[in-house]
């Protein structure tokens, strides 16, 4: 089994989350529905590549985690093309209700986050731009390196 393809695949989605979290809580840059979308694959990616940590002569499920990290790294351009306008996202946007005191005063105070519009950019990419660039890149990286050694088993 090829360590490092699975080392990569579970490093990737720990650093991409990690970054997701730090931003949320840290930066108070809040997640709109389509960056859950984007996190998702990312969980099931962890899992799996944990998964082939536990059983390194089977490379499944590295590969498998590598496709939900694609999976992923296709949702975040879905949400960039979104956010750059060069094509229409989904109606619906998320808010983010705080904890404590009346539940519907919450709903109703939470902040609406648009899909559309990207709260952070840098040199013009922003948070779902960088999520395709790595994703994709590592998936594809994760796939090389598993062919490299040989077929799936």
Not at 88 to 105: R, S
Not at 115 to 141: H, K, M, Q, R
Request: net charge neutral.
């Amino acid at each position: 089994m090829n360590r490092t393809a699975n080392l990569l695949a579970l490093a990737t989605p720990l650093a991409l989350l990690g970054g997701a979290y730090v931003s949320q809580y840290g930066f108070g840059l809040y997640p709109c529905e389509m960056c859950w979308w984007q996190r998702y694959p990312h969980f099931v990616a962890l899992a799996l590549a944990a998964i082939g940590l536990a059983r390194p002569g089977q490379k499944v499920w590295t590969a498998l985690a590598a496709l939900a990290i694609l999976a992923s790294g296709l949702i975040g351009a879905f949400h960039a093309g979104v956010e750059y306008g060069w094509w229409e996202g989904i109606t619906g946007c998320a808010t983010v209700a705080q904890a404590g005191g009346d539940p519907l005063e919450a709903i109703l105070n939470a902040p609406i986050v648009r899909c559309d519009v990207a709260p952070w950019t840098l040199f013009g990419i922003s948070l779902a731009g960088y999520n395709f660039l790595v994703s994709t890149a590592a998936a594809l990286a994760i796939f090389g390196l598993l062919r490299r050694e040989g077929g799936a088993k």
